[in-house]
């Protein structure tokens, strides 16, 4: 069965299952109670439910879009076991790719030189800033934090950020916070 199966069939066993309950509640509770509006509030949102869960399931198969170079594909031999225990993580980097109408990533890459070292600084767990030229009108912005609550914060900040700066330029945004679960240094 495929994903959208799998989708239809927990939509339908959540809808069957709060509508269920709904009629139960009714069913023993006396008809003024609390349970029994409980009941029809129930058996009201369960085509509700059904649908949610069904979107829900559709797209929590679908994969993720990745920014950065797909590591995982080149290194088939390098992949964790299943079941294995996580990395523990020696960090946090936050990755934001911003694509701009021909002819703005330069006077952008500028800016942030000049600002986000700056605005960075004065948050804590700060550790470094990195703009990659990654396209000829394409910018991909890498800071490192201590936690990933701090990289978390700085997608919200740096994208704040950008709409102020340059809110006609920018194309396409796409963010992502990971754990660093190895690092080398020469």
């Known amino acids: 069965m495929g994903r959208a199966g799998k989708a239809v069939v927990w939509a339908l ?35 509700l439910m059904a649908i949610g869960m069904g979107a829900a399931m559709l797209l929590a198969g679908r994969p993720k879009r990745v920014v950065a170079a797909r590591a995982a594909e ?7 076991p299943q079941g294995a225990p996580p990395l523990p993580s020696v960090g946090h980097v936050r990755l934001g790719y911003y694509k701009f109408k021909m002819g703005y990533a330069d006077a952008v890459a500028h800016r942030m030189q000049a600002e986000m070292r700056v605005l960075y600084d004065r948050e804590p767990g700060f550790i470094a800033l990195h703009v990659v030229r990654c396209g000829a009108d394409e910018l ?34 796409d963010s992502h916070v990971g754990g660093i679960v190895v690092s080398e240094r020469r």
């Open 13 to 47: 066993a959540v809808g069957l299952a709060a509508a269920l309950a709904g009629v139960l509640l009714m069913k023993l509770s006396d008809p003024v109670s609390l349970g029994s509006g409980a009941g029809v509030m129930l058996l009201v949102a369960s085509p």
């Open 74 to 80: 080149r290194a088939d031999d390098a992949k964790e």
């Open 140 to 173: 991909l912005s890498i800071s490192q934090w201590e936690t990933r609550y701090q990289a978390e914060a700085a997608v919200e900040r740096e994208i704040r950020w950008m709409r102020s700066t340059a809110p006609a330029a920018v194309l396409q945004t």
